[in-house]
């Protein structure tokens, strides 16, 4: 079974052998509103833990999203240029960015399982 992992700024990074599928939470899509634009990394790009290498845009703001670990993009989500809305309908589903080929599985340690990311959200109020 995947093993999902979640970040601080929201992001969640599902694990199936050594390739992570990494988009945004439930809690970060309410809080951008409606989606009207992603922009998602290029297949081939080498990413650094921490690093921004995704965009997405809402009515109410534009965000970076961050590689909740350090890889190269072996898969970018190409249909949310024509329907970003998909980010608000799945989050967690059909709405994801990019899959990543992980290059230290050791990075997913430090990310918070489901119930320390729910924890973690009930927290900021």
Excluded at 5 to 22: C, F, L, P
Excluded at 37 to 52: H, M, S
Excluded at 63 to 73: F, H, K, L, R, W
């Amino acid at each position: 079974m995947a093993d999902t992992k979640y970040t601080e700024e929201h992001e969640w990074i599902r694990v199936e052998g050594d390739i992570g599928t990494i988009g945004i939470t439930q809690y970060a899509q309410e809080q951008l509103g409606d989606v009207v634009f992603v922009d998602v990394p290029q297949a081939g790009r080498k990413v650094a833990k921490g690093e921004a290498c995704a965009v997405v845009e809402s009515v109410k703001a534009a965000s970076d999203i961050y590689a909740p670990v350090t890889g190269e993009v072996v898969e970018a989500n190409a249909a949310l240029a024509d329907s970003p809305g998909d980010v608000n309908a799945e989050p967690m589903g059909k709405g994801w960015f990019f899959k990543i080929k992980l290059s230290d599985k050791g990075e997913l340690s430090g990310l918070m399982d489901e119930a320390a990311y729910t924890d973690f959200v009930k927290s900021l109020g």
